[in-house]
């Protein structure tokens, strides 16, 4: 096999797991060996890499021997008992659950964002949420230049950041609710089908989702900023792969919306997409199956002189989880020898 | 016929006109006569009211003559040519379309709000924007108990607001998504099935749509305060016909969830519904069809000591159209002897 390194995909027949293998390939991730695992109903399966037939094998802590780069693509209790399984026998993990994030030990990292705290990783890397990904990337360049105060976000959220449950339900429901068939909610708590869900994640006691406290304490982590204010409402859409965010700031210095427009569009990982007279704004059905975050509808925020408001689209599959991790995958081997990373 | 009074409704085979109908035979409004009226494509078809079958008539400046209240379901331009021909016979119009709704001599009404309004008007009362009307129910009450200095709003707004051909196109392009094929979008700038799009009505030069300052200038004008700063983005989304809105409010005073939460459960046409945890929330699927503003997720912002940020739902149709309209004309005949509006 080619030069490269050896690595593992864990939840590989899962929604974010195929898209951690899209993104490997297309990219040309350096992959000496790859192996796939999942649970064990999925021992024996095939699955494609590009041309390829990879054998699903079971994730046990024994299918880490040897493996560089463990890539997780798990819920937090599996990536709680089989992330450190890995890092034991010497690899570098790099998780998308939820598990690892806050741990102040454990670096949490966009790769546009915070490239520098891969440097101290100590065997676990962790991948943010996908709403916060898609916030910090646009969010970043602007806190450089006009220190963000406040930020008030509401989101839009895709089905598919419930993986491919989340998808086959809305197909269903949908297919269901044209033939005027009765709907039973399997993945999200009601009809998502031409519906709104307000709940993301279960609720803490102050009222708010756990999914509304990681856009706030991931994003304070990534910035390195705990004084970031920052208020979210989460909501599931019926939309397939792509999230949207409506984000309204407040900023230390004025920063006009055609200053915001010339940042971000030098800014690494973001595509600016305004021009609402002429049609031009990011969505959904545009922004899947791509890597930037797009952003536009930016203007002066009417009701606070220093604050700006905006609207962002991503992949909530690729850049929001899969990208994300092939990308921190790569400032860990980028630099570096093979082998030693 | 029974006592009443002689209605017109304007505009009555479209989405809001059909509405209108449904809403005034429930509420059981005294008409004594009605005609339906529509453009001359129309002319002669049967449409419902409850059990009776009305024939449409074309709506030209005759129609109006011996109509004491008609009900416009019209657009701008149709509303703007017919409105002052109907009060110059003697009706009371009240109209459902933004021609007349900032004027500073005619009446902005939502009935729970400012129902004093009424009292003034010189032959025609306007029928706010939907989302503005869905705004103002829960926000009013807020407003008098602790000042809003100021709100960030981000819609989610159903097809309906489009009409009939709105419904339709969601509709149809989902049957096209789902049987793979091509979408050629009509009512809407692109696909609105399993998409969002960020824009309703036109954009002014300042990057707002106009949907977006109507809540602005609308609330405002309802509520008597051209000091309330808003923030608005309004956003379509693949919903059949309840609105919803992530709401960010910022008071002199201090308001508690709690005290929120009370004020809200006694608002006239508010409906708490308030236990994530229990999964009590508001959601478009079960606000459809009913007459009340639906509030929950209400929760202090962590972003703002004297914020509060809350989720509500309400049907478009029905509180955001054709029921408040319905509440007006009610406003006008209460306490007031027949045949004297």
């Known amino acids: 096999m080619a030069a490269g390194y050896r690595v593992a995909v864990v939840g590989a027949t899962g929604a974010v797991g195929q898209e951690f293998l899209t993104v490997l390939k297309e990219r040309g991730f350096p992959i000496a060996e790859l192996k796939v695992l999942a649970d064990e109903s999925w021992d024996g399966k095939q699955i494609a890499f590009g041309d390829e037939q990879l054998t699903v094998q079971t994730a046990v802590p024994e299918s880490f021997r040897g493996v560089e780069i463990a890539l997780f693509a798990t819920n937090g209790p599996v990536s709680e008992a089989l992330v450190p399984e890995a890092v034991k026998r ?6 998308n659950s939820s598990a690892f994030r806050l741990d102040p030990e454990i670096p949490l990292v966009v790769p546009e964002v915070n490239p520098q705290d891969v440097g101290w990783h100590k065997g676990i890397i962790a991948n943010p949420n996908c709403s916060t990904i898609l916030f910090v990337v646009p969010i970043k360049p602007l806190h450089d230049a006009a220190r963000i105060k406040r930020a008030v976000v509401s989101t839009y959220q895709a089905v598919s950041g419930a993986g491919a449950a989340g998808l086959d339900e809305l197909l269903t429901q949908t297919r269901q609710v044209l033939a005027g068939e009765s709907i039973q909610p399997g993945v999200f708590p009601y009809q998502i089908a031409f519906n709104l869900i307000p709940h993301i994640d279960v609720f803490d006691e102050n009222g708010y989702s756990r999914e509304e406290m990681k856009m ?9 900023d705990q004084n970031l204010k ?9 939309v397939f792969r792509s999230h949207s965010e409506s984000v309204n700031i407040e ?4 920063l006009t919306p055609g200053a915001a427009r010339a940042i971000l569009a030098g800014a690494p990982g973001v595509v ?5 007279r002429g049609l031009k704004y990011p969505m959904p059905l545009f922004s899947s199956n791509h890597d930037e975050v797009f952003v536009g ?3 002066d925020d009417l009701s606070c002189e220093q604050g700006l408001n905006f609207w962002l689209c991503g992949d909530q599959l690729r850049k929001g989880a899969a990208t994300n991790a092939v990308q921190i ?3 860990l081997v980028n630099d570096r020898p093979a082998r030693r990373i």
């Open 90 to 95: 010497g690899a570098v993990a790099i998780d």
């Open 216 to 224: 706030v304490l991931e994003t304070r982590k990534i910035l390195h």
């Open 230 to 238: 920052i208020s979210a409402t989460t909501v599931r859409v019926p």
């Open 251 to 254: 900023t230390e210095r004025k």
């Open 272 to 276: 600016v997409e305004d021009d609402p």
């Open 297 to 299: 509808r930016i203007r």
């Open 329 to 331: 995958a790569e400032l």
